[in-house]
C-alpha cells in the first residue's frame, strides 16, 4: 500500500486544519490506521487511532480538538484539527498498520511521506 498525506499548511493559533491521507496499490485490510506526528529533535508522538470496529483513541494533548475518521470506500484516512495551538507544529504522517496487529502497534504499518502542519501564535 502507498500513502499520500495532504491538507497540511500554516494556520495560526486557534484555527483549523483538515488532513488527509489516500491509500492506493495493494490495499488490504489493516485493524488500525492512524496519524503520529514528529518534530526534529523530539520523538515522534502517536496522535490518533481508529481500529477496524470504529473505535478511536486520541493523545491526551489533543483530545477535544482533533478528530480521527476514514471512508472505506475510498480508502481515504482523515484528521480534522481545530483549536490549533503553535505546539501542535509538526510533520504529520497517515500509517496504515499492519494486518491483525492491533492500534498498540501501529507503528510498525505502512507509513507515508508526511505533511507539514504549522501554527503560529
Known amino acids: 500500500v502507498q500513502l499520500v498525506e495532504s491538507g497540511g499548511g500554516s494556520v495560526q493559533a486557534g484555527g483549523s486544519l483538515g488532513l488527509s491521507c489516500a491509500a492506493s496499490g495493494d490495499i488490504y485490510s489493516s485493524s488500525c490506521l492512524g496519524w503520529f506526528r514528529q518534530v526534529p529533535g523530539k520523538e515522534r508522538e502517536g496522535v490518533a487511532s481508529?481500529?477496524?470496529?470504529?473505535?478511536?483513541n486520541y493523545a491526551d494533548s489533543v483530545k477535544g480538538r482533533f478528530t480521527i475518521s476514514k471512508d472505506n470506500s475510498k480508502d481515504v484516512l482523515y484528521l480534522q484539527m481545530n483549536s490549533l495551538k503553535p505546539e501542535d507544529t509538526a510533520m504529520y504522517y497517515c500509517?496504515?498498520?499492519?494486518?491483525?496487529?492491533?492500534?498498540?502497534?501501529?507503528?510498525?504499518?505502512?507509513w507515508g511521506r508526511g505533511t507539514q502542519v504549522t501554527v503560529s501564535s
Open positions: 481508529i481500529d477496524s470496529a470504529g473505535s478511536t
Open positions: 500509517v496504515w498498520g499492519k494486518e491483525l496487529l492491533p492500534c498498540e502497534y501501529l507503528d510498525y504499518g505502512t
